[in-house]
């Protein structure tokens, strides 16, 4: 019998889990991300929104390619015609990914930590694998919205079994476009894939596979937490953040992990595939159920 990490997730779609990090783990991953902003591309830059995806990462092979990579995406609004940047340079991003987990020695170590191992362990994942892994910025006052979505849309695999870690790297409330969640939304399936396009002379090179659900937002639970927490999601969850709207940012870091045993098959169609003889790294095997490396 593993515990009861697994009962939250089954009962609310997912789980709180306060100073996950220690203030100096936050601190370290926050230098690294603002690291990061100094070593953004300084010409094509490319632009990620979840609100006109068909407008802009979609049609972009640098997103596509980006799964093995530190790759920089930036906010619609910091980008001007010409490809200037419009914005105080730490400011600008949207977010980096989506390979900071094996590429990047900060991010590595704490995602593959024995306390990530032990959420895993305890939701039954019998050989989780990484595969991906991103930096949120949601900047003040140009952090844009993230649309309702399910992870699973993303990263869909048959049966599901794709959790997400988002841990919070500042204190994230109402104003700077905290989560929010429809709890228990994860019992309802999976409601549109985003995949890649078939069609070989298409402009789009991923598709939703049908237009969006609507949600009320009155179903909707904001989740304020303070940094270092987790908060654990199950793929099927259904949740959104709204626009910065403050005056602070709200980094957070964010990884995905499949299961690649039981059965589970991870779908061709997903936008992010692993690269020929590199696959997602993993973060245990179990032989049997009382014998896990
Ligand atoms: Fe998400």
């Given at each position: 019998m593993r515990n009861t990490l697994l009962d939250e997730i089954?009962?609310?779609?997912?789980?709180?889990?306060?100073?996950?990090?220690?203030?100096?783990?936050?601190?370290?991953?926050?230098?690294?991300?603002?690291?990061?902003?100094?070593?953004?591309?300084?010409?094509?830059?490319?632009?990620?929104?979840?609100?006109?995806?068909?407008?802009?990462?979609?049609?972009?092979?640098?997103?596509?390619?980006?799964?093995?990579?530190?790759?920089?995406?930036?906010?619609?609004?910091?980008?001007?015609?010409?490809?200037?940047?419009?914005?105080?340079?730490?400011?600008?991003?949207?977010?980096?990914?989506?390979?900071?987990?094996?590429?990047?020695?900060?991010?590595?170590?704490?995602?593959?930590?024995?306390?990530?191992?032990?959420?895993?362990?305890?939701?039954?994942?019998?050989?989780?694998?990484?595969?991906?892994?991103?930096?949120?910025?949601?900047?003040?006052?140009?952090?844009?919205?993230?649309?309702?979505?399910?992870?699973?849309?993303?990263?869909?695999?048959?049966?599901?079994?794709?959790?997400?870690?988002?841990?919070?790297?500042?204190?994230c409330n109402l104003q700077n476009g905290c989560l929010q969640f429809i709890k228990g939304s994860h019992k309802s399936g999976v409601h549109r894939r985003y995949i890649r396009n078939k069609e070989n002379d298409a402009n789009e090179l991923l598709i939703y596979d049908r237009s969006a659900p609507i949600y009320p937002q009155s179903s909707f639970t904001p989740l304020k937490v303070s940094k270092g927490t987790c908060i654990v999601i199950h793929g099927n969850a259904v949740h959104k953040s709204e626009p910065?709207?403050?005056?602070?940012?709200?980094h957070a870091y964010a990884f995905h992990v499949i299961e690649t045993e039981n059965n589970v098959k991870y779908s061709q169609d997903n936008w992010l595939q692993p690269i020929k003889d590199k696959p997602f790294p993993i973060l245990f095997e179990c032989k049997d159920k009382n014998e896990c490396d």
């Open positions: 089954n009962e609310n779609g997912f789980i709180i889990i306060e100073e996950f990090l220690t203030v100096e783990e936050v601190e370290e991953l926050y230098r690294a991300g603002r690291a990061l902003c100094m070593d953004a591309p300084q010409a094509n830059r490319k632009i990620f929104s979840t609100v006109n995806a068909s407008d802009t990462h979609s049609k972009e092979t640098y997103f596509l390619e980006s799964g093995d990579k530190v790759s920089y995406f930036f906010e619609e609004g910091a980008v001007g015609p010409n490809g200037e940047l419009l914005v105080n340079p730490m400011h600008a991003l949207n977010k980096v990914g989506h390979a900071l987990h094996t590429e990047h020695p900060t991010f590595e170590k704490i995602t593959f930590s024995n306390r990530v191992r032990e959420i895993c362990w305890q939701l039954n994942f019998n050989r989780p694998a990484v595969c991906q892994s991103m930096y949120i910025y949601k900047n003040p006052g140009i952090g844009g919205e993230v649309i309702p979505h399910q992870d699973s849309s993303f990263i869909y695999t048959e049966p599901n079994s794709t959790i997400g870690f988002w841990i919070a790297l500042e204190d910065n709207r403050s005056q602070q940012s709200r």
